[in-house]
């Protein structure tokens, strides 16, 4: 290991390199390495003529607000088993981000298992995720599909709904027009739609099969898109039909929106949950960031605020919010808000539905009607990222 370690992006042999650096790092193939390749960025460290880590980025926007905010998304990566323990993922993500903050990226998204690496280099859940199961008998007995027509396939129309949704969302990808194509491909995904007779299409849901070890198979459910209750009821209840060859319905983590459709409709309550690793937010530019997001049109409001940094001190600001849209600018007055990095992130994601909830996570205010404010400023709509990269 004395060999010097350097970064750089990857070129044609680096991306094979890396391809097998991944498989043994994580002890399986990494599909999304391959069915990326077009779309993402991948940054590598070299030490000698060796790959040692890396992983993929994508610059994509994120929904908050309601208007699209340039994300860096960072997946796949790793760092070689013999070299952990040196800090270098801590120095890999730092190259892996510089070339998407380059390109426009003000705020970043992570999904990994290692939670407190992600906090440490200033990433924060803003809400917890789940994975939910049930069975298709226990979905066929409580739900109704009414009058819903129900057709196979994705269109346009069908789409167009998923954006309009994601919209009401922070968080959801503003899917770009190759991000439909991946994900089929690499999971050999079934779209449904869902209408009224002579309506348009108000439901979406993308299923995945594997087979069951003894007879039938799984269902696993990858969008669940709903314009309304009586369309994720139709939704929940055409799932239910599949009884004949599946026991199980699976609703991969986070897909199932935070509403308590499937729960409040069940006759009988025995679906399992499992918890699984959150999606982390971090602020990457902090004035860009609160200009580019949506922001609610009946608040006017002007908050001085503290954000603490990770490495040390503080800067004060003065967020101004007018009309629907917002700054943040550098000021001398007295902080009435104090919040770390962390905390920033999961209030811009909505992530503090009260001001209990804040003061319980640590955010200091001088008021309650000032942190109020502060958090009415976000919660307009609710944290869900459904997506997954």
Not at 47 to 75: E, K, T, Y
Not at 214 to 220: D, E, K, N, S, T
Not at 237 to 255: D, K, P, S, W
Request: aromatic letters at 8%; glycine letters at 8%.
């Amino acid at each position: 290991m004395n060999q010097q370690l350097t970064f750089t992006p990857a070129d044609d042999n680096l991306w094979e390199q890396y391809d097998q650096l991944a498989t043994r790092a994580y002890g399986h193939p990494i599909g999304d390495i391959t069915h990326l390749r077009e779309h993402a960025d991948l940054q590598v460290a070299i030490r000698g003529s060796r790959v040692v880590a890396g992983g993929l980025g994508l610059l994509v926007d994120q929904f908050f607000g309601g208007a699209p905010v340039p994300s860096a998304c960072l997946g796949d990566g790793c760092v070689a088993p013999e070299e952990r323990g040196d800090h270098l993922a801590a120095d890999m993500t730092a190259n892996r981000l510089r070339p998407l903050i380059d390109r426009g990226a003000v705020i970043s998204t992570i999904v990994t298992s290692s939670t407190g690496y992600a906090r440490r280099l200033g990433w924060e859940a803003p809400v917890d995720v789940l994975a939910w199961a049930t069975s298709t008998d226990d979905l066929r007995r409580s739900f109704i599909s009414e009058d819903f027509e129900v057709e196979h396939g994705l269109t346009d129309a069908a789409e167009l709904l998923q954006q309009q949704l994601a919209r009401q969302w922070n968080g959801p990808v503003h899917r770009p027009t190759w991000w439909t194509r991946w994900k089929q491909d690499k999971s050999n995904l079934t779209a449904y739609r869902f209408a009224r007779p002579g309506h348009t299409t108000t439901g979406l849901l993308t299923l995945a099969t594997k087979r069951h070890e003894r007879h039938g198979m799984i269902l696993v459910v990858h969008d669940f898109w709903a314009a309304d209750q009586p369309t994720a009821a139709a939704m929940l209840a055409f799932l239910g039909r599949h009884n004949t060859r599946a026991r199980t319905i699976e609703f991969r983590r986070g897909v199932l929106p935070p509403y308590p459709t499937l729960l409040h409709g069940l006759r009988h309550h025995r679906p399992t949950a499992e918890a699984w690793h959150p999606w982390m937010l971090r602020i990457l530019d902090t004035p860009d960031a609160i200009r580019l997001r949506g922001w609610p049109t009946d608040l006017t409001a002007a908050v001085p605020i503290e954000i603490e940094n990770p490495a040390g001190g503080s800067a004060r600001w003065m967020l101004q919010i007018e009309d629907g849209a917002a700054e943040i600018s550098p000021t001398h007055i007295h902080a009435q808000v104090t919040l770390t990095q962390r905390q920033l992130a999961v209030w811009y994601a909505g992530g503090y539905r009260s001001t209990t909830a804040a003061r319980t996570a640590g955010v200091h205010a001088v008021s309650d009607d000032t942190l109020a404010t502060l958090v009415r400023s976000t919660t307009q709509f609710e944290p869900w990222l459904p997506d997954h990269f």
